[in-house]
């Protein structure tokens, strides 16, 4: 552990489900010892070490077990199997305000929440300054709790949890506290806390703030892991598989039914058990075939094929991987016809983004009024300088389906081609703009 802030280690957590408490009753009161729960295993044999200063995120759809690792790790939950090794004290931004009493001020509420983490009156003295600051709610700060907006509670919670010195962060998708002032000052604190060396474990689904914040990525899936690395290959994968797995149940929790109890009388009187059919979930997302995009992040789509060829060409007309920030390249992408397209909404689009898969360009042929016609084949030409900073970036092209508000896509390829900037020119910044300058 030397060097380990958190090690988890063959980590299991199963619950009892139980249909209403009168079955729970029944069960504890039950001299045959009758079972009347069914199992749901929120966690299965998790395996991965966080070294001290890291920052690892953890993605995975609603029901995957996120939370649940989080709260064995801060000590909330007790696991079934396994174990969870934790080098220091835990700051925890689960479930903002635990340990507060809503009849205590806010005042009294913070010495309270020092108390829990373990500090002294006279250490919670050179603290709470900071603390009331951080929070802006003034005033009411000596009121009861009781008597605050969710958006106060909420904010005092987190200045509280952020400001008492944590060597371990818990974050779990709560960084829409407050305004986006308040937003912005808190994203500043966790960018202190990487500098400082503090190790943070971040659950959220902004893949953008994954991919900017993170050193590494845990994707979970129904309770185990399906993937830990590089953030913008991990969440790449993961976006596919969340637009491929469309019409699967989000959880595998079911009642317990009628055959489960049938099952359970078998087992009591020694009768042959009929074997239950399990459906079997591959946990591995389903990777469209990418044929000549073999090197891309992801690749997905509802009519995957549309796109053709993809190219990136210089001023001289040669595709190249490497241009100048003011360069005037040309981004192609041919594209076949299929039956069930709405030409009326449909829209090619491309964005360029960095490493850190941040878009920092997007254009669209629907958002520029420019409507495709049914053809067979069909060339889609931008034509631009990007004016990017030195350095590595990548080309997304996609084929949308702009019918409603938030697009559906034919055909999503991260990461059809990646090129980079070169520039004597020191450009501050993410990119240079053209600007007039004039001195009156």
Known sequence: MENKAIVVKNLSKTFDM???????????????????????????????????????GIVGRNGAGK?????????????SSGTVKTSTRISSLLELGTGFNMEYTGRDNIYFYGTLM???KKQMDEKIDDIIAFAEIGDYIDQVVKTYSSGMFARLA?????????????????????DMRFQAKC??????????????????????????????????????MVADG????????????????????????????DQEQKMEEKAETKEPE??????????????????????????WGT?????????????????????????????????????????????????????????????????????????????????TALMLAKGDYYLVVAIENRENVNPTYYEYVEGAKFFKIYSDKKIFGIYDVDAQITID
């Open 230 to 257: 590089e953030p913008t290959f991990i969440t790449a994968q993961f976006t596919e598989f969340m637009y491929l797995d469309n019409i699967e149940e989000f959880t595998t929790y079911k009642k317990f039914s």
């Open 18 to 56: 139980y249909n209403n408490s009168t079955d729970k009753m029944l069960e504890a009161l039950s001299i045959t010892h009758k079972v009347r729960h069914t199992e749901f295993h929120a966690l299965s044999d998790i395996n991965f070490e966080v070294e001290k200063g890291e920052i690892v």
């Open 274 to 299: 009929e074997q239950l059919e399990v459906e079997k979930v591959s946990l591995k997302p389903v990777v469209a075939e990418k044929s000549m995009f073999k090197n891309c992040l992801a690749h």
């Open 67 to 79: 939370s649940t690792l989080l709260k064995l790790i801060t000590g909330i939950l007790e696991p």
């Open 118 to 120: 373990g500090f002294t």
């Open 158 to 178: 987190f200045s509280c949890a952020i400001n008492v010195e944590p060597e371990i962060l818990i974050v779990d998708e709560i960084l829409s506290v407050g």
């Open 187 to 224: 994203f500043n604190k966790f960018k202190d806390f990487k500098k400082q060396g503090v190790t943070i474990l971040y659950v959220g689904h902004d893949v953008g703030l994954m991919r900017s914040f993170c050193d590494r990525c845990i994707w979970l899936d129904k309770g185990k």
């Open 303 to 383: 009519d995957v094929g549309i796109i053709t060829k993809v190219e990136m060409l210089g001023e001289d007309g040669t595709e190249r991987g490497y241009f100048a920030p003011d360069e005037k390249i040309k981004i192609c992408i041919e594209i076949e016809d299929r039956d069930n397209i709405d030409y009326k909404n449909v829209s090619v689009a491309f964005s360029i983004k960095n490493k850190e898969g941040t878009d920092l360009c997007v254009k669209t042929t629907y958002d520029n009024d420019i409507f495709l016609e049914r053809k067979e084949k069909q060339r889609i030409v931008f034509e």
